[in-house]
């Protein structure tokens, strides 16, 4: 990818059980958002964690940022079958005025 | 919530002809927009940044004079395929940031462009 590499790549896991996705950049941001993107379909803005933030929650979703590793996962508990998706971490750096995405986790929650 | 449509979703050509993607927000304004390219069960590649009333500025690699950028208006922007070939096939996404200055940026539907 143009900013960093997702982890892991692909995750299979249950219904009911929590999926944690991480992802790593390369560059000094000013806040880093997650995507989740159904199969051929657009991309659903899920949270944004600005660069002065460590976490942050949302419903279901729990959002880390480690600045000093450049880096963040992203929790969702108690995940359900629409929550297979792919699922996108972006930064936005302090370095120019435009968002680069990571590489993707495709997550599969089977029922 | 703000909304950024792409029009038109779904589009075939063929090879040599050239085709035109426009991206426009519906209820904001946006100085800057971007435009995105996805490969099959991959990440969106930034291509370049359109500012309205200037030039665009592209990514390492991206060919300016195949992808032709116009940003005439600040709901705006276009994306331009020229002499499309079938590698150029794609899902093409564009996304808009308000002009408000926040730092959100909404994303359209996407365009699927098949080139036979």
């Known amino acids: 990818s143009q900013q960093g590499e997702e982890d892991p790549q692909a995750l299979s896991i249950q219904e009911g059980e929590n999926a944690t996705m991480n992802c790593s950049y390369k560059?000094?941001?000013?806040?880093l958002q997650w995507y989740r993107q159904n199969s051929g379909r657009g991309l659903v803005h899920l949270i944004l964690?600005?660069?002065?933030?460590r976490e942050k929650h949302s419903g279901r979703l729990r959002v880390t940022l480690d600045t000093s590793k450049k880096s963040s996962s992203l929790l969702i508990t108690a995940s359900r079958a629409a929550d297979t998706a792919s699922y996108f971490c972006?930064?936005?750096?302090?370095?120019?005025?435009?968002?680069?995405f990571g590489a993707g986790t495709r997550l599969f929650v089977k029922a | 919530g703000a909304v950024v449509s792409q029009h038109p979703s779904r589009v075939i050509c063929k090879s040599g002809t050239s085709v035109k993607i426009e991206c426009r927000s519906l209820?904001?304004?946006?100085?800057?927009m971007f435009w995105y390219r996805q490969f099959p069960k991959k990440s969106l590649m930034l291509m370049a940044t359109?500012?309205?009333?200037?030039?665009?500025?592209?990514e390492q690699g991206v060919e300016k004079d195949k992808f032709l950028i116009n940003h005439a208006s600040l709901t705006l922007s276009t994306l331009t395929v020229t002499s499309a070939h079938p590698e150029d096939s794609s899902f093409y996404i564009c996304?808009?940031?308000?002009?408000?200055?926040?730092?959100?940026?909404?994303f359209g539907p996407g365009t699927r462009l098949t080139v036979t």
């Open positions: 996304s808009a940031r308000d002009s408000r200055g926040t730092y959100e940026q909404y």
């Open positions: 560059t000094s941001i000013n806040n």
């Open positions: 964690i600005r660069s002065n933030e």
């Open positions: 972006a930064t936005w750096g302090t370095g120019g005025f435009k968002t680069i």
């Open positions: 209820d904001f304004q946006a100085t800057t």
């Open positions: 359109s500012n309205e009333g200037s030039k665009a500025t592209y």
